[in-house]
C-alpha cells in the first residue's frame, strides 16, 4: 500500500542561520540541508523520535526541534506556520554533551 504524502512545506531560512553555519565544519553542510529536507518539507508537526516540540521556548522562538547526525549532535529549531505551509528554520546548532551551541555561543537551556 502507498500513502500519499500531502503537499510539501516551502522551508523559509531565517537570516541569523548563515551565522549559524559559519560556526559548522562546512563537511556537513550537505548532510544538515538534506536532514532539514527530508524531514520537514512534509508533517513537520509530526512528533517522531527525532523530531519533538520544545516544552519550554528558546531565545529564537522556536516550537519544535530537530535532532539528527552522528551521536544527534545537530538540532535544528522551527515555527510552522500551517496556514501558509511554511516552516521556518530559525536556528542550527551542535549539541556538544549537555551544552548547546548556536553561532558558536552557548545557549542556555
Same mark, same amino acid.
Given at each position: 500500500?502507498?500513502?500519499?504524502?500531502?503537499?510539501?512545506?516551502?522551508?523559509?531560512?531565517?537570516?541569523?542561520?548563515?551565522?549559524?553555519?559559519?560556526?559548522?565544519?562546512?563537511?556537513?553542510?550537505?548532510?544538515?540541508?538534506? /536532514?532539514? =529536507?527530508?524531514? !520537514?518539507? %512534509?508533517? $513537520?508537526?509530526?512528533?517522531? #523520535?527525532?523530531?519533538?516540540?520544545?516544552?519550554?521556548?528558546?531565545?529564537? /522562538?522556536? =516550537?519544535?526541534? !530537530?535532532? %539528527?547526525? $552522528?551521536?544527534?549532535?545537530? #538540532?535544528?529549531?522551527?515555527?510552522?506556520?500551517?496556514?501558509?505551509?511554511?516552516?521556518?528554520?530559525?536556528?542550527?546548532?551542535?549539541?556538544?554533551?549537555?551544552?548547546?551551541?548556536?553561532?558558536?555561543?552557548?545557549?542556555?537551556?
Amino acid at each position: 500500500m502507498v500513502m500519499k504524502r500531502g503537499a510539501p512545506y516551502r522551508l523559509v531560512y531565517a537570516p541569523q542561520v548563515n551565522q549559524h553555519l559559519k560556526a559548522i565544519e562546512p563537511k556537513h553542510y550537505s548532510l544538515i540541508r538534506t /536532514e532539514i =529536507e527530508n524531514q !520537514l518539507k %512534509f508533517e $513537520p508537526t509530526v512528533e517522531t #523520535r527525532n523530531r519533538k516540540p520544545l516544552k519550554r521556548p528558546v531565545n529564537f /522562538e522556536g =516550537e519544535w526541534e !530537530l535532532r %539528527f547526525g $552522528p551521536d544527534n549532535r545537530f #538540532r535544528v529549531f522551527y515555527g510552522v506556520d500551517m496556514e501558509h505551509h511554511e516552516v521556518y528554520i530559525l536556528a542550527i546548532g551542535i549539541k556538544k554533551g549537555n551544552r548547546l551551541f548556536i553561532g558558536g555561543e552557548e545557549i542556555r537551556l
